[in-house]
Every structure is written in C-alpha cells, then in structure tokens.
C-alpha cells in the first residue's frame, strides 16, 4: 500500500465549475500537507501548504486537511481552463530531513 | 531572474552509456533534490543534498550518482546500471533541507530522459 493515495483521473469539468481534489494517507506522522500544481511538460509549482489540521483559503483555491480521517481536499471555486494542469499533494513528517511524499497526481481538465 | 535551470531538455541514451543531466540554480538555496517522475507514479526523490559536498540517497538512488562541489549546481549521473531509465527528470531546490525551511520547493522545467 503506498503512503499517499490520489486519484490520477483525468478529472473533466466545464468552464465555472468547483472542483474537488483528494488525497489520503495512512501514516499519522504527517504533519505538514502541500499541494503543488504541474502544466504539462514543466516542474510542479507550490499551491497551497497547510500544517496539521484545518482549512487555508488563497483567492479561488481553499486546502482543507482532516487528520482524523488522513483526509486531504483541494478546492478550486469558478474554475478556469488555465486550471488544466496535474495537482500533486505530497506532505511530510515532522522528523523527515527532506523528504517530502508525492501522491500520483491528479490531471484536470477545464473545459471552455 | 532567478530560479532553476535544468539541462537539457531532451536527453537520448544508448544502452550502455552513462549520461548526466545539469542542474543549476542562483537562488542561494543550500537544498537540492533530484526526483524521478513516470506516468501515474507521482515523484519519487533520487537523492538530495543539505549543503556542498554532501548527499544522501532517496528512495531509488540504485543506478543514480550525484555531485555537489558547488552550492549553485547538483548534476544527476544515470549509469549504465539503472536498467529502466525513461522517465522525466527534475531537480528542485529549498532554502534549507530541515523543516520549516524546505517544505517549499522550487523546480526545474525537467528533462525527458529515453533510451534509444
């Protein structure tokens, strides 16, 4: 069983739509949840970053973390085709020197 | 303008052939790391780096070698022992290996690795 589990898709919805992206995990030691977006072809770029539990909003985007349930939620409100991109989670245990976990990566498609 | 650049783009090998893959950045970060992407695979981390002339394998480092005699470059060597090297290749860098400095990463545009 792999330590982070993402959808891979592809996920596709209509220009406006909200959109829901997850992620779970099973190890409790995580502590620090992230979310990096990826075009096509480039390095990912860092989305949202969330510590323990609890939600952070930024513009169209809002991260949400469940510990209890090992539980990730990306939401993107009034989605754009520029949103068409793979999202990656990955998080990190607090005693990990460098190592941050990916999950697959889940390509989204934002039709006009 | 600063960040990472990654060379080249492109990269073909042989069967057989050692080929290293450039990574430089000016963004006077003591962090580098190398990370394997495939298809539905997610990243993996090669090796990283927390300051010049020291590095510690990642997950899938058998195959792989790395360097860092300089703070602003971490080349990727994928020897002719890594039996499966096809994959897009990147290398990210943070302020810091140790939390709360590293948990933003910066990356590279990648390089597409295949064998011929």
């Known amino acids: 069983q792999k330590e982070v589990e993402q959808d891979p898709g592809p996920l596709s919805v209509p220009e406006g739509a909200i959109v829901s992206l997850n992620c779970t995990y099973s190890n409790s030691a995580f502590q620090y949840f992230m979310w990096y977006r990826q075009y096509s072809r480039k390095g990912p770029e860092l989305l949202m970053y969330?510590?323990?539990?609890g939600n952070k909003e930024d513009g169209r985007f809002t991260a949400q973390v469940d510990k209890s349930s090992k539980y990730i939620s990306l939401f993107i409100r009034d989605s754009q085709p520029s949103d068409s991109a793979t999202y990656l989670c990955a998080m990190k245990k607090t005693s990990n020197t460098g190592k941050l976990i990916f999950g697959q990566g889940t390509t989204l498609q934002v039709k006009p | 303008d600063g960040g990472i650049t990654q060379s080249p783009k492109y990269l073909f090998r042989k069967e057989g052939q050692n080929v290293t893959l450039s990574c430089e950045q000016n963004?006077?970060?003591?962090?580098m790391y190398w990370y394997r992407q495939d298809p539905g695979q997610g990243l993996r981390l090669i090796y990283y780096?927390?300051?010049?002339?020291?590095?510690q394998k990642g997950d899938i480092a058998e195959g792989y070698s790395v360097s860092r005699e300089k703070k602003e470059s971490f080349p990727l060597t994928v020897t002719s022992a890594q039996k499966n090297p096809t994959a897009f290749y990147l290398c990210?860098?943070?302020?810091?290996?140790?939390?709360?400095?590293?948990?933003?990463?910066?990356f590279g545009s990648g390089t597409q690795l295949s064998v011929l």
């Open positions: 969330t510590y323990s539990s």
């Open positions: 990210a860098s943070s302020i810091g290996a140790d939390l709360p400095t590293n948990e933003k990463l910066f």
């Open positions: 963004l006077n970060h003591d962090a």
């Open positions: 780096s927390q300051i010049v002339n020291d590095f």
